[in-house]
T-cell receptor, first 113, second 109 residues
């Protein structure tokens, strides 16, 4: 693994189903984030984690949950998917230092029907 | 609240110079970032400004005025590969970035 990876690359999901998007980084970054990107709305923060064991809500957290059991992994779960959650999801990580450059994963394209 | 504004679209000619502006009104300020995003790809870091002034990095420069809540990204000697979306983002409290909606730049021959 080099950098930050996401799985799956894309997924078509029936409404009401549960789905977990995976994110793993090998840079030993303290902070991790989940964004969704929709046409005309830009990147919006769903949840974040400043360090392992802690999480926080971003701008659009409803319908999503996260966990941060260790430094490397930050899964995003949709408990019961709805069509409005159709989007491209990006995971990102940063060292959490002052400059706080964020490194983004390749994204997951999710379609909820 | 958070408000970050940048133009939706811009067009420029190969070899020219283009300036993409970003204005912001945010609660707290710990720096401003510019990211580049090609279609279908992840955003990649371009620049970071936390103090007023100009930061130059090759063909790209970024300027910040904290008192005016204003930044711009300057791209010189435009190349076709510079066609992309450019995202302005503000780091306020904590570590989370607030992104503008992005500026789609088209470079024409």
């Amino acid at each position: 693994i080099a950098g930050i990876t996401q799985a799956p690359t894309s997924q078509i999901l029936a409404a009401g189903r549960r789905m977990t998007l995976r994110c793993t980084q090998d840079m030993r970054h303290n902070a991790m984030y989940w964004y969704r990107q929709d046409l005309g709305l830009g990147l919006r923060l769903i949840h974040y984690s400043n360090t392992a064991g802690t999480t926080g809500k971003g701008e659009v957290p409803d319908g999503y949950s996260v966990s941060r059991a260790n430094t490397d992994d930050f899964p995003l779960t949709l408990a019961s998917a709805v069509p409005s959650q159709t989007s491209v999801y990006f995971c990102a990580s940063s060292s959490g230092t002052e400059a706080n450059e964020q490194f983004f994963g390749p994204g997951t394209r999710l379609t909820v029907l | 609240g958070q408000n970050i504004d940048q133009p939706t679209e811009m067009t420029a000619t190969e070899g020219a110079i283009v300036q993409i502006n970003c204005t912001y009104q945010t609660s707290g300020f710990n720096g401003l970032f510019w990211y580049q995003q090609h279609a279908g790809e992840a955003p990649t870091f371009l620049s970071y400004n936390v103090l007023d002034g100009l930061e130059e990095k090759g063909r790209f420069s970024s300027f910040l005025s904290r008192s005016k809540g204003y930044s711009y990204l300057l791209l010189k000697e435009l190349q076709m590969k510079d066609s992309a979306s450019y995202l302005c983002a503000v780091l306020n409290s904590g570590y989370a970035l607030n992104f503008g909606k992005g500026t789609s730049l088209l470079v024409t021959p």
